[in-house]
């Protein structure tokens, strides 16, 4: 059986009165002929890698390829863990989480891209989040198959390519992704779920793709950390009853049309935004001389 909408999942899961990662694990189990334990352990592996990222990334001593800031988790990680923060270092355990991975991944360290590498950091950062805030392990990693079947839909109509769709392809899906799997974590019906997803991705729609020299490190560890902070408001907004007008099938529907309209100096090509300021060009030009 194949996923057709996140409407169909949705009422799936409503008519069998369960969640959805119980329904797309179901489904993933029945397409692979295996024993629903076989697709659970094996997206706890997943989830063990996405730990281990955060745990890594957090440690690490960066060498970025642009040689910028090499010591921002480091400087994140001591502010957030000192009294000045008025975010709190709950929240700033989630900010630090997404750039970390994201940097790990800049570092060539080992990343579960979820659906990108480029977007690595959020779903880690806001499942680990999760269990910092006592959320079961398995509930967690039930809820990566409600996000992958969610994501599904955006495979099938969209892209989670920058190349194709600017970044709201890419951090953009990850954050609907994690917002999803965070309200389902969280409690929240299927119905709660398709919401934090939709008002997620609708709200990041029109996001560029504009790395600094092409390198996939500025401004794509920040949009890591937006994607996460972005994922956590709307799970929690989604379960205080706050509802997407447009319905999640359509909000990938738009992200599609306004990635297909969107320039393509924007679109991971470094011609345009951030990457054709001065000071994006100068450093280009550093990095050119230096090979
Ligand atoms: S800005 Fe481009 S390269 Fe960077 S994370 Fe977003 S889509 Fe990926």
Do not use: W
């Not at 910028?68 to 009294?83: A, H, P």
């Not at 992704?177 to 779920?193: F, N």
């Not at 924007?266 to 280009?284: Q, V």
Request: aromatic letters at 6%; a negative charge; one cysteine or more.
């Amino acid at each position: 059986m194949r996923i057709e909408s996140i409407k169909s999942l949705v009422e799936m899961a409503n008519a069998k009165k369960t969640k959805v990662g119980n329904i797309v694990s179901e489904m993933q189990a029945e397409k692979e002929g295996v024993s629903i334990d076989v697709v659970l352990d094996r997206m706890d592996s997943y989830y063990q890698v996405m730990k281990e990222s955060v745990e890594n990334g957090i440690k690490a001593d960066f060498d970025f390829q642009t040689g910028l800031q090499n010591d921002i988790v480091s400087v994140s990680d001591k502010y957030f863990n000192s009294k000045k923060t008025i975010l709190g270092a709950n929240l700033g355990k989630l900010i630090t989480s997404a750039m970390a991975v994201s940097g790990y991944n800049a570092s060539m360290g080992r990343i579960m891209a979820a659906p990108t590498a480029g977007s690595c950091g959020i779903m880690p950062a806001v499942l680990t989040f999760c269990e910092d805030n006592g959320a079961k392990r398995s509930d967690i990693v039930l809820s990566m198959f409600t996000a992958a079947g969610f994501a599904d839909i955006i495979a099938e109509l969209a892209t989670f390519a920058g190349s194709e769709g600017g970044c709201q392809a890419e951090c953009g899906s990850a954050s609907a992704m994690a917002s999803a799997s965070m309200a389902e974590i969280l409690g929240g019906t299927p119905d709660e779920c398709a919401h934090a997803f939709a008002l997620t991705l609708s709200t990041i729609l029109g996001l560029i793709c504009d790395p600094i020299a092409g390198y996939v490190e500025v401004p794509c560890m920040n949009k890591n950390i937006l994607g996460a902070v972005h994922a956590a408001t709307f799970a929690e907004l989604s379960l205080a009853g706050v509802k997407s007008i447009i319905p999640s099938d359509e909000v990938v529907l738009a992200m599609k049309d306004v990635g297909s309209k969107m320039h393509e100096n924007f679109k991971e090509t470094s011609l345009g935004g951030l990457a054709t300021t001065p000071t994006g060009l100068e450093i280009k030009e550093r990095l050119l001389n230096k090979k």
